[in-house]
């Protein structure tokens, strides 16, 4: 009889420890439900770098999308990302999308500045105003070579 309490209560702690698991797995993922109550709209950059697929999008630090794709445009060699908003989220045509880093060392994300014009984007639509992600290392490097040549 003890034996049997004793594999019920591993068995159970193995079910919840599994349950867990899927959790924090799907969580991690960033697995969301942006599908029948979402649109997509699409942004040119110079550069994405670091910026990836599934990376969030925010409007005044509020979590309200995320980039589903990226690709180069064979043509004009610019970066295309296509995003994916709550359907609620109603944006101007002058919205400007700026890649961002989130900490020092954190992911990217893009964020959303809305705009105030009378006309709407609609699904499908593209941003028309952007900014690349900033590099840090060009920057430094910048700052390093300008200054050797200031003090010559």
Do not use: C, H, W
């Not at 900490?103 to 028309?128: A, C, T």
Request: aromatic share 10%; glycine share 8%.
């Amino acid at each position: 009889m003890k034996k049997n309490n004793v594999n019920f209560v591993v068995g159970l702690f193995l079910i919840v420890g599994m349950a867990a698991m899927a959790y924090l797995s799907v969580t991690i993922a960033g697995v969301s439900g942006y599908s029948a109550d979402s649109y997509s709209l699409v942004a040119r950059f110079d550069s994405s770098s670091g910026l990836k697929k599934g990376a969030f999008i925010e409007i005044a630090g509020v979590k309200v999308g995320k980039v589903t794709d990226i690709y180069l445009d064979k043509e004009s060699f610019e970066s295309v990302a296509m995003f994916t908003f709550e359907q609620d989220i109603v944006l101007a045509e002058d919205t400007i999308a700026s890649i961002r880093t989130a900490g020092i060392i954190g992911d990217k994300f893009v964020k959303i500045s809305p705009g105030y014009s009378d006309d709407l984007l609609k699904s499908g639509d593209e941003i028309i105003e952007t900014e690349p992600s900033i590099s840090i290392e060009e920057l430094v490097s910048k700052y390093i070579f300008s200054s050797d040549t200031e003090n010559e």
